[in-house]
């Protein structure tokens, strides 16, 4: 594998050509979350915001962490293929950290891409191209959350429940992303902007998403969907839900919904959802605000080894930009 040299056979995308953002589309999402968590205010009440808080308790945290254990290691091992495929490697070990680190920064931060774009950057600045690294995250979030919309669609479509509603909609967003992953490689190449980066993303999905290795890319990201359902389900019994086959639809709709950047550090369309969805099923809205505010606690506690890692890097720059002063230096000073 190469350390990161870009090879002269590949297209490539100067930094220069990204778009600038509007700064509208910046505050648009955490915007809608804001009004959207106001409306669930006035209709439901503070109350079962206030509840889902009180009802948060250790076990439910503890088994977040532990589940948590096993879906970030396979996200960072999914991560760590695609990196792989894309010629930018990074270690397994590291990459756990890094992805700790990001979680955690997508869970405190507006937007819920933060995490990972600092982990793009990051990378690249060791790997020596911050491009490719950036892209190797940005098919590795897309991979998962492809591969956890194509389940929910399964699911909605096997498991008969009242959210079966949606199923339309998830599994239209599952075909346009299967025909995207299809038809990007064989799109034509050309002088545009558009056209060069259709090039890039078509030769990445080619080389990291079009190969036989790409079965484990899926098999870790649907051990990811199923460990975070799980928390989900947990933290429904915690807010008091009845344990039946009808949350598992539920539980994968609230997760593929909390995927739309319409959030702020995770608050939003999360609540939206499980109100809308835990009411279809006839558990009330009510229900479904206090399991997703359980959720969210419990998600967020379980980032917080990402702020140790913040913490101990922090620390090593310390030393690095002040080295301690050796013990015969001082004596003899």
Excluded: K
Aim: with cysteine; glycine share 8%; charged share 15%.
């Amino acid at each position: 594998m190469s350390t990161g040299v870009v090879s002269s056979h590949r297209p490539t995308v100067a930094a220069a050509d990204a778009p600038a953002r509007p700064a509208w589309r910046r505050w648009a999402g955490p915007a809608a979350a804001v009004a959207l968590l106001v409306v669930l205010v006035v209709r439901l009440g503070p109350q079962p915001f206030l509840d889902g808080l009180r009802q948060v308790d250790a076990v439910t945290v503890l088994a977040a962490l532990a589940i948590s254990a096993v879906t970030t290691t396979a996200c960072a091992w999914r991560w760590h293929r695609i990196a792989a495929d894309l010629d930018v490697d990074v270690p397994l070990r590291p990459a756990v950290a890094a992805y700790y680190r990001s979680m955690f920064l997508n869970s405190v931060l507006p937007g819920g891409v933060v995490g990972d774009v600092h982990r793009g950057i990051d990378h690249g600045r060791r790997s020596g191209s911050t491009a490719r690294s950036l892209r190797a995250v940005g098919w590795d979030r897309l991979s998962g959350q492809t591969v956890q919309v194509a389940a929910t669609a399964l699911v909605l479509v096997l498991v008969p429940s009242p959210v079966r509603a949606a199923a339309p909609w998830v599994v239209a967003a599952a075909v346009l992303g299967a025909l995207a992953v299809v038809l990007l490689p064989r799109l034509p190449a050309g002088s545009s902007r558009p056209r060069r980066w259709l090039a890039v993303a078509g030769d990445d999905v080619r080389r990291a998403l079009l190969t036989r290795r790409a079965l484990v890319v899926v098999a870790l990201s649907l051990v990811v969907v199923a460990g975070q359902a799980l928390v989900f389900l947990l933290a429904a019994r915690a807010a008091g839900a009845p344990m039946t086959t009808a949350l598992v639809p539920v539980a994968l709709l609230v997760l593929v919904a909390m995927a739309v950047p319409l959030h702020v550090a995770g608050w939003g369309l999360r609540e939206g959802a499980a109100a809308w969805a835990f009411a279809a099923v006839g558990l009330g809205a009510d229900l479904g605000v206090r399991t997703a505010v359980v959720y969210g606690v419990v998600a967020t506690a379980a980032t917080l080894p990402g702020l140790v890692v913040i913490a101990v890097a922090a620390l090593r720059r310390s030393r690095a930009v002040n080295p301690p002063v050796p013990r015969e230096v001082v004596l003899d000073g």
